[in-house]
């Protein structure tokens, strides 16, 4: 039988979809490079090209994610008739969504992503998606300085600042991923809202506004996030 002789990109997204499915399936430390070479027929070699290291694997499917997010989302943040703060609530809104469809999966990586010895993966894999959103939300801020709802001289800093705030998450993500674990899922749920409104309360107090214009967090979606049948 010939070889079939394929392009590095679609090899490439083939590792990424096979990475994807196990990642969700079995979760990201039961994943091993054997696993994912095998569902993708590729010999370890041909792995390795593509990517140095299952770290750099999750990095790269991070960034894919964060880009097709921000493509389903591209005819909201397009739409002129909505003003800045309309299309920032979209952006969180649209990230709400996803987690809240894929939360078992979701979780499990976080689990692993936001464990304290894990921190140089976490934060690699914020870079690759800050790399990705960092830029719409430049463009949403500079609009919104335009039309005079927004107070931030440097939208690029302030988009990159709003996105660190991202960073705070994890150690409470992970406590409150433990705590739904054990059982204790109110109070988990308790832990994550309050920071999820005090991360809101932060964007609106950066950007001048209002508390609770932007809607970072809704009811129902830390316990959505935190008690969805992982079976």
């Keep these: 039988m010939a070889r079939v002789i394929k392009s590095p990109e679609i090899r490439s997204a083939e590792l990424l979809d096979c990475a994807q499915r196990l990642f ?40 894919r994610v964060a880009r097709e997010s921000m493509e389903e989302l591209r005819p909201i943040l397009d739409d002129r008739s909505l003003d800045a703060v309309e299309r920032l609530n979209a952006l969180f809104a649209g990230s709400r969504r996803f987690k809240r469809e894929l939360a078992p999966q979701i979780r499990r990586t976080f689990d692993v992503v936001f464990r304290p010895e894990n ?32 107070d931030a001289p440097d939208p690029q800093a302030f988009a990159e600042m709003l996105l660190q705030f ?33 991360y809101g309360i932060a964007v609106d107090r950066v950007l001048k506004l209002p508390d609770g214009t932007i809607k970072v967090a809704e009811p129902g979606f830390a316990r959505a996030l935190l008690a969805a049948d992982t079976s």
């Design 24 to 63: 969700f399936e079995r979760g990201y430390n039961n994943t091993t490079v054997n696993d994912i070479i095998r569902e993708a027929g590729l010999s370890k070699g041909a792995f390795y090209h593509y990517f140095p290291s299952k770290e750099a694997l999750l990095e790269a499917l991070a960034a």
């Design 119 to 150: 921190v140089v993966l976490f934060h690699r894999i914020d870079r690759a998606v800050t790399e990705v959103a960092a830029p719409v939300i430049t463009e949403i801020i500079a609009e919104g300085n335009r039309a005079g709802r927004f």
């Design 166 to 198: 991202r960073l705070s998450l994890a150690t409470v993500m992970h406590r409150a991923i433990q705590q739904a674990e054990a059982g204790d899922i109110d109070e988990a749920v308790r832990v994550l809202d309050k920071r999820l409104r005090l």
